[in-house]
């Protein structure tokens, strides 16, 4: 296997993880906004 073709593979892959991190934290946020509006009420 060609070193370059593995380097790819690698940030490829830390992109991926990265936008699913992203959208987690995302979610998470929307999850802890939701909780302070229900505190509200």
């Given at each position: 296997?060609?070193?370059?073709?593995?380097?790819?593979?690698?940030?490829?892959?830390?992109?991926a993880g990265?936008?699913?991190?992203?959208?987690?934290?995302?979610?998470?946020?929307?999850?802890?906004?939701?909780?302070?509006?229900?505190?509200k009420i």
């Amino acid at each position: 296997m060609e070193k370059t073709s593995a380097v790819e593979e690698t940030s490829a892959v830390e992109e991926a993880g990265a936008m699913e991190y992203r959208k987690k934290d995302e979610e998470f946020r929307k999850y802890l906004e939701s909780i302070e509006e229900k505190d509200k009420i």
